[in-house]
């Protein structure tokens, strides 16, 4: 299973991914970080960020569609092949999915921002 880390150009730690209020409540935000695709989504109250890169194929989830969030908004659905992933963690759900997981990056805030990695102290 690959890591955020193993994707080209994955950003330091610390790298701004954008402020809390531009992540939609009912959707995801698709962005790319100095040419490195990521997606952040909202679980309950959360904050969660993928690498944009679907495990079936490495195809971005929202190629064919910028409509990848479930209807319950508890998946990401990958537009090539179908396959769903779990937005608490990134697990296979459902198809090409299952037995793959998405690649989580993990976040911080601070202040009004997600930035890439662990917080400082």
Same mark, same amino acid.
């Given at each position: ?9 994955? !950003? ?5 991914? #954008?402020?809390?209020?531009?992540? /939609?409540? +009912? ?5 790319? %970080? ?12 959360? !904050? ?5 890169? #679907?495990?079936?194929?490495?195809? /971005?989830? +929202? ?5 990848? %969030? ?52």
């Amino acid at each position: 299973m690959l890591t955020w880390q193993d994707f080209p150009d994955a !950003p330091a730690s610390g790298h701004q991914i #954008c402020a809390v209020a531009d992540i /939609p409540r +009912d959707g995801v935000l698709s962005l790319s %970080l100095e040419g490195y695709p990521v997606l952040v989504v909202i679980d309950g109250a959360t !904050p969660k960020v993928f690498v944009n890169a #679907c495990p079936h194929q490495f195809l /971005p989830l +929202d190629q064919r569609s910028n409509s990848i %969030l479930s209807a319950d908004g508890r998946r990401l659905m990958c537009s090539n092949h179908q396959a769903e992933f779990d937005i608490a963690d990134g697990t296979g759900a459902r198809g090409f999915g299952l037995g793959a997981c998405l690649a989580v990056v993990p976040t911080h805030l601070q202040g009004e921002y997600l930035h890439v990695g662990a917080a400082i102290s």
